[in-house]
């Protein structure tokens, strides 16, 4: 009998959740700039972190209540990771890259929020991201060396002959760069939410699957927590090695 | 919580040493089972990175390819080299990879 429920009634729309929709529209011909859903929820999370932020600083006493001392790992911990994998000269780009990680990070862990919406789960804001980091990194590194930058493709060390060749692939690689970036967040965010949903609908299908699928969403739900954190940083972190590339060249 | 600047200096400094005593003493009960936790997913995390850097070479590479077979009109040439110019390129990132992460773990484990 169960079995026969399974076949009937498994309606399983994980994409379902990622829908964008549109509260009013401002059509612009070339694109509709109307407010959706997920502005909304990218403003919930700006406006989570500036109150997160706010509230934790305005006390600032010397031994930090606990949302200070939260605030302050943050923050020392994006900082020693910048310092250490980019080295001292990148701190001056410690606040882009401090702006990225809690974005991301206030994005990530807001989808986790039953009803709510992933932000980070659409390739059009992981895109933007990474193109904005590859941009403005390519850029620094101009700024900083000039043309001296293209040495950073043409392998020195290389033979003569292969030189071309290995020039080529730096340069495919280079160009890859904001692809598998922004890439690895979105499809990890989109992923891990999708799964979820299926899940979730085994336990609409059967009665009999609906405490092996609760335990399955709740050790679920502590794995997206853990992806949601880690995502953030791993974004963050590969911003701060090809921060490393332009500024050091190798 | 904190007293304010001035006479009580002294004891807020005894204050923050008892605490960083404390904070050292729980860090270490905690890292253990924490560490090896985290490891599990870091791998599965690097071995989706990897595939993911070899996989967008090859169709960059291939992009690229398809775009030179287009100005010139030489439909197969330029994909087929420029793809094959692109799975090297995602060698070389996976093994730039594959080199950070030793290096990480050569770091992180004591």
Redesign the interface.
Known sequence: MAKEAVEGELNIDPMHQFDIKYFFDIDLGIANIGFTNSALFAFIAVAAIVVFLWSAVSGH???P?RMQSVAESIYEFVRNMVRDTAGDEALKYFPYIFTVFIFILACNLIGMIPYSFTVTSHFAVTVFLALSVFISVTVIGFLKHGMHFFSFFWPAQAPAALRP?LC???V??Y??RP??HS??LG??MMAGHAVLKVIGAFAGASALLVVPSVLGIVGLTA?EV??AV?QAY?FTILTC?YLNDALNLH | MAAPDGKAGETDRKSLDELGARIDAARQQLDGPKREQTTKYKTLNRAWQMVVELVVSVVVGGCIGYALDWAFGTLPLFLVIFGGFGFAAGIKTILATARGFIDEDDTASP
């Open positions: 006493s010397l031994v209540s060749v080529i692939i730096e495919i690689s160009l890859a692809i598998s890439i690895r499809a990890n794995l853990l992806v880690l791993v090695v």
